[in-house]
């Protein structure tokens, strides 16, 4: 049934739109080091910055992933928040951002309904010199009329160890 198959696109979605956040962020704020922000010096010697944003707007268009055969046109306001602490020898970061608001997809395919629905999207990474972990979550419901309602769940994570022992731990699990 193609209703179903918009939960497919729903993860294109939502990574498209960390991109377009930090892209936001970092093309509107001058700043160090290629961050969306210049850090400050805190008491301990680390840096830290913060960048908030509110009621951003973005529409763009989402193509067939290569699991799923729907495509269409995506809006999304929302509100969020990129925030990076680096230590004072400059080893060690780490960075956060949280993005949360409705969205409305408008399917290419017009005998598909619309879905309109909210979506949070939650992204961390942290490293250092020898080890590495970034990951994300993304969840989201919505309705269309005359369709069934979707719920949408991924955890994605990448990891790797200074031991050399261990190939990197990966994994990205999707759910609805």
């Known amino acids: 049934m193609k209703v179903t ?18 892209t936001l962020s970092t093309s509107t704020t001058t700043h160090a080091q290629g961050l969306p922000c210049t850090p400050v010096a805190q008491g301990n010697g680390s840096q830290t910055c913060t960048v908030n944003f509110h009621d951003a707007v973005t529409t763009f268009h989402v193509g067939p992933p290569p699991s799923c055969m729907i495509s269409g046109t995506i809006t999304q306001t929302f509100n969020g928040v990129f ?19 409705p969205f409305v997809l408008v399917p290419d395919d017009s005998s598909i309904p619309t879905y309109t629905g ?3 999207a939650w992204f961390g990474d942290s490293f250092n010199n020898q080890n590495q972990v970034s990951h994300f979550t993304i969840n989201a419901h919505a309705t269309a009329p005359n369709a069934p309602a979707f719920d949408f769940h991924e955890t994605f994570h990448f990891g790797t160890s200074a031991s050399g022992t261990n190939p990197p731990l990966i994994f990205d699990y999707a759910t609805c």
């Open 5 to 22: 198959r918009v939960v497919c696109c729903l993860s294109v979605l939502l990574l498209s739109l960390l991109a377009f956040a930090f």
């Open 83 to 101: 925030h990076i602490t680096i230590t004072k020898d400059g080893n060690e970061a780490w960075d956060t951002s949280t993005m949360t608001g």
């Open 118 to 120: 909210h979506a949070t």
